[in-house]
């Protein structure tokens, strides 16, 4: 065989083996790493396409992970309008049986309680921020602590301190959402029946005896009409907050499907193939197998095979 022209095939199946054994180690790379290159060069003219699909999925999972925190947080500030709306609803009750059972003695305890627990809810917190104090981050927003307190305060600036903004949240899906009124807002008008209540019992003595006089029972059932409009308030608000909770459920299943969607795009892009790889990988050994052999053989060659 001429020299030159087997030199020339040794080469090239030198180059052959090389080749082949690059391709079989970027392959066996994207086996174990399940993507198809070790960088975004790697991904050529889909790099940008990749870069905007990850980007656009963490923004996504993003919101998801802010409205999986408000969903708790609504649950947290339903119970606490809830509260409200039930003390003041249980305080007109009271009252109302005192009136029935012409006996006002237990009318100042069930005042106080009520007037204690209503604090307690609009006070309530989440992740250590006031819910009704606007976007102020610490400090409730009822700043009295008793009914003598009430009883000498202005209303609203002597019962309350806020934030001027309410609280809002941006997910990107439209305006801003206020998560919720301002205890001002809300309890302006019950904390003054309260301090009416207040007076008028310190009036009498600090408390209703038995029996009830006529104008005492008319006072008494103003109260109690008061009480049930402002708890209907906080019920209405109760169910707003719902409302809400059930708009955010519903954005954070899209949300959830659009990562999805993203995720699947992703995977187009960089997941490796595993299938197809294996299919390469048997053709890239078939030809190492036979690139090897030919230079082996004609690594064999010489003038005592031909003698």
């Not at 960088?39 to 050529?44: K, Q, S, V, W, Y």
């Not at 921020?129 to 202005?154: C, H, T, W």
């Amino acid at each position: 065989m001429n020299s030159a022209l087997t030199l020339r095939f040794s080469t090239q199946a030198q180059l052959d083996i090389r080749r082949i054994t690059r391709e079989l180690s970027d392959l066996q790379r994207q086996v174990a790493s399940g993507v198809k290159a070790n960088d975004l060069r790697g991904f050529g003219g889909a790099a940008s396409r990749l870069l905007n699909a990850q980007s656009l999925r963490s923004d996504a999972d993003s919101r998801v992970s802010v409205i999986d925190q408000l969903q708790a947080r609504f649950g947290v500030q339903g119970a606490a309008l809830g509260q409200v709306a039930q003390s003041s609803s249980l305080l007109s009750q009271s009252i109302r049986e005192a009136i029935s059972s012409n006996d006002g003695r237990g009318i100042a305890v069930e005042l106080s309680m009520t007037f204690s627990s209503i604090v307690s809810a609009l006070n309530e917190t989440w992740n250590g921020q006031p819910m009704f104090a606007g976007e102020r981050q610490n400090g409730g927003p009822v700043k009295i602590a008793s009914l003598d307190a009430l009883a000498a305060a202005p209303i609203p600036s002597g019962v309350f301190d806020e934030a001027e903004r309410h609280q809002i949240i941006e997910l990107g899906a439209g305006e801003p959402v206020i998560l919720s009124n301002k205890a001002s807002e809300l309890s302006s008008g019950l904390f003054q029946t309260l301090k009416d209540m207040k007076l008028f019992l310190d009036a009498a003595g600090g408390t209703i005896g038995q029996p009830i006089t006529g104008p005492q029972r008319d006072a008494l059932q103003a109260f109690a009409d008061q009480l049930d409009a402002e708890a209907n308030k906080f019920t209405n608000e109760e169910g707003r907050a719902g409302q809400l909770q059930a708009r955010f459920t519903s954005e954070r299943v899209r949300l959830q499907e659009r990562s999805n969607l993203l995720l699947k795009e992703i995977g187009e892009q960089a997941d490796a193939d595993v299938a197809s790889i294996s299919v390469q990988l048997n053709s890239l050994l078939v030809q190492y197998q036979a690139a090897a052999k030919t230079f082996s053989d004609l690594s064999k060659l010489s003038l005592l095979n031909y003698l």
